[in-house]
């Protein structure tokens, strides 16, 4: 079946730096999403990337859909502490109803 | 509150009982989901509905799990048999299907405990 795989698993930066998940799928994907999930809520959805190589930006956040579509990244500029969560990437499956979230990129940002 | 409400939040039940979840999406929402998550896990899809029909069930759920949405408004899972192996968050979420987007509205999860 289709898998989602998300790198790194943690990581740690001091505010200010920037960071960056990447995402890779098994199988081509007609979009992805990307979601944040604060300590102990639940997931919120962030974005929706659909075109092959699209980049889409939310502030200090850039979106980036692979040409392929099978890859995507999400980079964070200057992080603050507000940024702290795990960002999970989700793709549909061959039903469009179903999504596969990966495991997660988990940050936390050292003020 | 006009977002995704799921009942209870929390439920500790004794191995081999029988559970049931409740999720109430946002209200014009068509579509109604179903999640898994444990511990450093991403949501893990259980089975999703569009209106009242139940259009997909993961291939790894037991047939103790099932799900309802009979008006095609709230949801029901219930869990029968229960399993310390089922002791993980409930996640609902809802969306409104429409061209090309999906956005998943979550709910804040019931979380289950067999001891």
């Known amino acids: 079946g289709q898998q989602v795989m998300q790198i790194p698993q943690y990581q740690h930066v001091q505010e200010g730096e920037d960071f960056t998940t990447y995402c890779n799928s098994s199988t081509t994907l007609s979009n992805i999403q990307w979601y944040k999930q604060r300590p102990g809520g639940h997931p919120v959805f962030l974005i929706q990337?659909?075109?092959?190589?699209e980049v889409k930006k939310q502030k200090r956040l850039t979106f980036q859909f692979g040409e392929a579509k099978k890859n995507s990244s999400l980079h964070i500029t200057a992080t603050q502490t507000t940024d702290v969560g795990t960002y999970f990437c989700a793709g549909p499956g061959t039903n469009a109803g179903k999504s596969t979230f990966g495991d997660g990129t988990t940050l936390t940002v050292k003020p | 509150d006009t977002g995704v409400s799921q009942d209870p939040r929390h439920k500790i039940t004794k191995r081999g009982q029988n559970v049931t979840f409740r999720c109430d999406p946002i209200?014009?929402?068509?579509?109604l989901y179903w999640y898994r998550q444990t511990l450093g896990q991403g949501p893990e899809f259980l089975t999703y509905f569009q209106n009242e029909a139940q259009l997909e069930k993961s291939r790894l759920l037991s047939d103790r799990f099932s799900a309802e949405r009979p008006k095609g408004s709230f949801s029901t899972l219930e869990i029968q048999r229960t399993e310390q192996g089922d002791s993980a968050m409930y996640l609902c979420?809802?969306?409104?299907?429409?061209?090309?987007?999906?956005?998943?509205?979550f709910g804040p999860g019931t979380r289950l405990t067999v001891t």
């Open positions: 209200s014009e929402h068509n579509r």
């Open positions: 979420a809802s969306s409104l299907i429409d061209a090309g987007n999906d956005e998943q509205y």
């Open positions: 990337l659909v075109k092959s190589g």
